[in-house]
Structures are given as structure tokens and as C-alpha cells.
């Protein structure tokens, strides 16, 4: 049906950091849908921060 392709689920996941990632980085692995400065902000974060690698992070992603 060709109105269930425009339906999107935005869901939010945990994921892990990897040593040495930033926010920006660890957004694209994750295919986030938000900007980098909203990412940092969704984690509490300034948005400078280099991972040390375990950390639980928040990202919004979308999946059909």
C-alpha cells in the first residue's frame, strides 16, 4: 500500500560509545536522525566530548 511507505517510526535507542568516538561520530554509526548539537543536548552533553568507550548513549533513529 502506498501510504504505508510514507509512515515512519521514530524510536528512540540505547546504544553504546566506542573509545575515542564523539557525538558526531557515534550519531552517524547509529544512523541518529538529529543534529549533532541536539544529540549532545539529548545526552546531556556540550557536544566536544571524546568517549572513553561504554558509555550508554541516547540517539533517535528511524525505522519502517
Known amino acids: 500500500d502506498e501510504h504505508r511507505a510514507l509512515v ?17 561520530a557515534l550519531a552517524q554509526r547509529n544512523r541518529s536522525i538529529l543534529d549533532p548539537a541536539a544529540n549532545a543536548l539529548l545526552n546531556g552533553l556540550l557536544g566536544n566530548e ?9 540517539v533517535i533513529r528511524q525505522e519502517d
Open 50 to 58: 571524546i568517549f572513553q568507550g561504554g558509555e550508554l548513549m541516547k
Open 8 to 24: 515512519h517510526t521514530n524510536r528512540l535507542r540505547i546504544v553504546l560509545a566506542r573509545p575515542g568516538e564523539d557525538i558526531v
